[in-house]
């Protein structure tokens, strides 16, 4: 699903989809985050370069192998920029994972608490 003519919207489209192992939604309209992909379990391969997702890796599941992506996340993980077969730059997801899981499970049980305060009525 290369760059087709989508309309702007975020990830929560393929949210359903959650036997998917591979996902190229390159140069497509896309923005938010990553995380409406946060139960798609058997994910190895993530293409979102030249989309608007800027953040939300946490949420991706530890079986990702191969993440092509650039600009914010990019820069976020630059230590593990790959080559793949054709040249393409992709990123070790796996190994960013494992290295950085403590802060992972914290960030995540940070916002399981901030979405269980409840905000009485005024």
């Not at 390159?26 to 030249?50: A, Y």
């Not at 953040?55 to 993980?77: H, T, V």
């Not at 230590?79 to 994972?97: E, F, G, P, Q, V």
């Amino acid at each position: 699903m290369v760059n087709n003519q989508f309309t702007p919207q975020d990830l929560t489209v393929f949210a359903p989809l959650i036997n998917l192992e591979e996902l190229y939604i390159s140069s497509n309209p896309f923005t938010n985050s990553c995380q409406p992909l946060q139960n798609l379990r058997n994910l190895k391969v993530l293409d979102i370069r030249d989309t608007d997702i800027d953040g939300g890796l946490e949420y991706l599941s530890e079986g990702l192998e191969k993440l092509y992506c650039n600009d914010k996340l990019a820069r976020k993980l630059e230590n593990y920029a790959k080559k793949d077969t054709d040249l393409s730059i992709y990123y070790d997801y796996s190994t960013w994972r494992k290295e950085h899981l403590t802060q992972i499970k914290q960030f995540l049980a940070q916002e399981r608490l901030e979405t269980k305060i409840e905000i009485p009525p005024k």
